[in-house]
């Protein structure tokens, strides 16, 4: 009977001495290397060691911190109003795309009984909705709540509104509410989810929706941050901001859509805001485009990088406060809409990468790619108010066919080596 191997064990001490010379031997050796020979094998640690005492305060330390979190929250919650939303009878959405649908699916099922009216311009998809109860052309396996009608008539779908969220692409915005100005109560608020600039006039949306109406006054707040309109309808973990110069306003509106899965923070910060959500589209092109051309890791976090501080630059300009380029609506939607495939704006960018023309892009797709528009519209803000944003304008000149993405690239690379600012 062949005898029991036992495995030899070899200490190396580093205390200055060198070790003895390995002998060779048939029986397996380990190596176990220590720092000092007095130190305690693991075995011999008991509970009351210094490291597990440590261990035992910081947990304690942690779970105090949490507990005052969560005491926080409750006592918050306890005082929190309800009356907004108890008072809201009904709601009109404005356009009929994807994010419009998952928002009034959203405010639908805040309240039983209370009515959201969409208002669409293709009547198959309002008869979807009011039949199906499903948008057959952007969610048609979602299904919508029964509170939520469909209309092509906008003198009914604004009539007796209590709040009104505009969903319609910028581009378009001033024409359509043109055209249903005539039924807009002065008083009705309007919460804009629309993102990017007027082309022509360099407008936001605080701007185009009172002059399109010709109410100066027409109240109004701006929704923006991190948010796919597929994951808001399959009710996800979500946060936006709301932003408005009307305090109670804005509170009214948090009350209205916060929810157990959506998170609503309150900003005064509207250019701020609006600059940041319009100007993340045009970066999310620039991400697609890197990651269209297999540049790597290090050339995307660069240029994300670099095109954050380019927005906060120009929205800081334009009298935008530094928090507000760093909170949902700046940082939180730019890393959204630039390293998620679901992003529009980056899918166009990395088919521009991949060698596809705009315009091939554009005729394939059924949703509007704000950044596409607003790009040439932020270069013009730019020599505005005299910022110099490299990657954007390269972005800019890649849409007007006036630079292809490699020499954009090189361009950009053989920029002059600066300070960090």
Known sequence: MAASLQPACLDLHFAGKHPPPLKHTN???????????????????SDSSPDTSITR??????????????????????????????????????????????????????????EVNMLVRDSFVCESINKNHHNCKYFPEHKLPENVIATTDAKAALLDADYCLHAVPVQFSSLFLEGI?????????????????????????????????????????????PSFALELMNNLPTAMVVASKDKKLANAVQQLLASSYLRINTSSDVTGVEIAGALKNVLAIAAGIVDGMQLGNNSMAALVSQGCSEIRWLATKM?????????????????????????????????LGSGETLDEILSSMNQVAEGVATAGAVIALAQKYNVKLPVLTAVAKIIDNELTPTKAVLELMSLPQVEEV
Request: aromatic content about 6%; hydrophobic content about 40%.
């Open 27 to 45: 029986n397996p050796t380990f190596l176990r290397c220590v720092s000092s020979p007095n130190l305690p094998e693991p075995d011999s640690l």
């Open 319 to 351: 009298g935008a406060k530094p928090t507000t380029i760093t909170g949902l609506s700046g940082t939180g939607d730019i890393m959204l809409t630039c390293f998620v495939n679901l992003s529009r704006n980056r899918t166009v960018g990395v088919r």
């Open 181 to 225: 100005s005539d039924y807009v109560d002065p008083g009705l608020p309007f919460i804009s989810l629309s993102k990017g600039l007027e082309l022509n006039t360099l407008r936001m949306m605080s701007q185009i929706i009172p002059a399109a109406l010709k109410n100066p006054r027409q109240p109004f707040v701006a929704l923006s941050g």
């Open 57 to 114: 305060d910081q947990r304690k330390v942690v779970r105090i911190a949490w507990e005052k979190i969560v005491r926080w929250s409750r006592s918050l919650r306890a005082k929190a109003k309800t009356d907004v939303l108890e008072r809201t009878r009904k709601v009109v959405v404005l356009g009929g795309g994807s994010f419009g649908t998952a928002m009034a699916a959203h405010v639908a099922g805040r309240k039983e009984g209370l």
